[in-house]
């Protein structure tokens, strides 16, 4: 078993709160409201797994599966400015995949093996948002079933790059404000482990007083819980 590596999100606060940052042979998830900041941190490492380890980086390359059009060249190069790296180097690290239905969006992550094996070091694989395609094309009751079928499939590849090749999975999960979104995880269904022996990081973002944010670990295979404060600014994550 490779030793597993970690990537800084940016802020000192929110690597304490999940030991380190997130982790590769590893999903997470990042689950809130719209606005809380997924797609921002999603950003943010996308360019941080490329910094030197001593940086809080894996010296390596991201794929980028996104899903509802959220990816923006311009904020990479806005948070790799940040800091003083090459941001048209960092945007070649990142390859992006936009999905355009769920058959797609699995195909997709299936084919992330061939790009390994053809010599890119992808250390990251994002999928924001994991859960939008499912829920727009298996609505209703009578297609839940087929829907979780899917989605383990999907996450299931996902967790088999993350093993083979030491890779972190970062997802990210639309949910409503309410409490009962707290059951809309794709990663842990009520009554069950969705995934199996898959050590799965969750983590909760809120929206905090004076456009801070909060993020609420919820879920860790040997962490406690507990939340942090952060911020969302031009250069990306800080404290
Ligand atoms: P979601 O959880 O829906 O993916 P986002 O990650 O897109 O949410 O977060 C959007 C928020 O991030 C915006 O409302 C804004 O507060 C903040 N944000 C986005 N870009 C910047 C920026 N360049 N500088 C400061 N804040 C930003």
Redesign the pocket.
């Known amino acids: 078993r490779k030793e597993v590596g970690r990537i800084s999100v940016g802020s000192q606060g929110f690597n304490d709160l999940i030991g380190g940052g997130i982790e590769t042979q590893s999903i997470t998830e ?1 689950f ?12 943010e490492l996308a360019v941080t797994v490329q910094l030197p380890i001593e940086q809080g980086g894996l010296e390596g390359q991201c794929v980028f599966i996104d899903t509802e059009n ?1 990816f923006r060249p311009e ?1 990479i190069i ?1 948070i790799a400015d940040g800091f003083e790296l090459d941001h048209e180097e960092v945007l070649s690290n990142i390859h992006i995949a936009r999905a355009f239905n769920s058959s797609h969006q699995i195909l997709m992550a299936e084919s992330i093996n061939e790009l390994i094996q053809q010599g890119n070091n992808i250390k990251l694989v994002i999928v ?2 994991l859960m939008a395609h499912f829920r727009a094309e298996y609505v209703g009751r009578e297609s839940l079933a087929v829907r979780q079928q899917k989605l383990n499939q999907h996450l299931h590849a996902l967790q088999q790059i993350a093993n083979t090749y030491n890779v972190a999975v970062f997802i ?1 999960n ?1 949910v409503q404000a309410k409490p009962d979104a707290f059951f809309g995880s794709p990663t842990k269904a009520i009554g069950g482990h969705v995934l199996g022996h898959a050590s799965t990081y969750r983590i909760w ?1 809120k929206k905090g007083l004076a ?1 801070k944010r909060i993020a609420r670990l919820v879920d860790s295979p040997h962490l406690p819980e507990g939340e942090c404060v952060f911020k ?3 250069d990306g994550i800080v404290d």
């Open positions: 990042v809130g409201e719209f606005g809380s900041g997924k797609s921002q941190i999603s950003h959220t904020r806005q924001d948002s990210t639309q973002l456009g969302i600014t031009s």
